[in-house]
């Protein structure tokens, strides 16, 4: 209680209604939003519900006329199906293979241009990073054909450099890596030149340990994108012990036909390595699209 309501009692007595009708306003406020949160919640989540439930019924449960939210006979038939007959296995090594080469010399690559913009002077610098950020206004989708003909060119289609390399192009981590390269005093790094330090030296053992955590936030992103990437994995390979998992489980329905419950289970096992990661690293993942969105904003 304020001392101007301690002195005037009547004040006080007339206020009390008000804030107790603003205090349920904001309770009433507060429910709608927690309801409109929790409906969109599930309507979200239904799709993912709906597929995992599908991929446990027999496929004569599945292609019935009546909607059945629970299975009647529970089965693992159709995973055990993808597992046997299908080369998923091999998808998940070409995947993990493709994946973690994309994340590491894009983050390898990203965290050297970037301390050279940041910390370096030298000709064209200035030049090199009005292209990078210029290169946020070409969409990847417009290189594809470029892609496609020098890694031909290369000899590289149906190979797993060939899947990597295009995949490099990751603007948005070069410029995070400056910004948090930028904001690093400049006291340590003219301790370490006046240690004699190489620049190397400066790069791996100050500037790099600083940002470990940003580090592994653009990890996690930059390894669930080239893990769910499908148009270029579909268009640089052919050959089906070569696919990655997002575009060898397409191959489940030429393997048995129109077969739903099987090809919700391939496509299951194909996104449970990701949601994993995600449920493990969720602080991390959140990080860096925050990043990401504060760069691109």
């Not at 019924?57 to 059945?68: G, H, L, N």
């Not at 089906?240 to 419950?261: C, H, K, L, R, S």
Request: proline fraction near 4%; aromatic fraction near 12%; charged fraction near 10%.
């Amino acid at each position: 209680m304020s001392v101007a309501e301690s002195r005037n009692p009547d004040l006080a007595a007339t206020q009390a209604p008000a804030k107790m009708r603003t205090m349920k306003a904001l309770d009433i406020g507060g429910l709608i939003l927690t309801l409109i949160t929790v409906i969109f919640a599930v309507l979200w989540a239904f799709p993912i519900y709906w597929g995992v439930i599908t991929s446990l019924k027999p496929e004569s449960q599945v292609i019935a006329k009546t909607v059945e939210f629970l299975p009647r006979t529970w089965t693992i038939e159709a995973y055990w199906q993808v597992l046997v007959n299908t080369m998923i296995g091999r998808w998940y090594i070409n995947s993990l293979i493709t994946s973690l080469g994309v994340t590491a010399i894009t983050l390898a690559t990203s965290a050297l241009t970037a301390y050279a913009l940041s910390q370096l002077r030298f000709p064209g610098r200035l030049v090199l990073w009005y292209l990078i950020l210029a290169s946020f206004m070409v969409p990847l989708t417009a290189l594809i054909v470029n892609h496609f003909i020098l890694m031909a060119q290369l000899q590289l289609i149906n190979n797993w450099m060939g899947v990597i390399l295009p995949q490099l192009i990751h603007p948005v981590v070069i410029i995070v890596y400056k910004n948090f390269f930028d904001s690093v005093p400049k006291e340590y790094r003219e301790a370490a030149k006046m240690d004699s330090a190489s620049e190397w030296r400066i790069f791996s053992r100050i500037y790099l340990p600083m940002n470990w955590g940003v580090t592994t936030a653009l990890a996690i992103v930059t390894f669930i994108g080239a893990w769910n990437n499908f148009l270029w994995p579909f268009l640089a390979v052919s050959k089906p012990e070569m696919m990655n998992v997002a575009v060898g489980i397409t191959q489940v329905n030429d393997a048995f036909g129109v077969q739903y419950a099987r090809e919700l289970a391939a496509a299951i096992l194909a996104a449970l390595l990701v949601a994993v990661l995600y449920l493990i690293f969720q602080r991390r993942v959140t990080q860096a699209i925050m990043l990401s969105a504060g760069v691109k904003g």
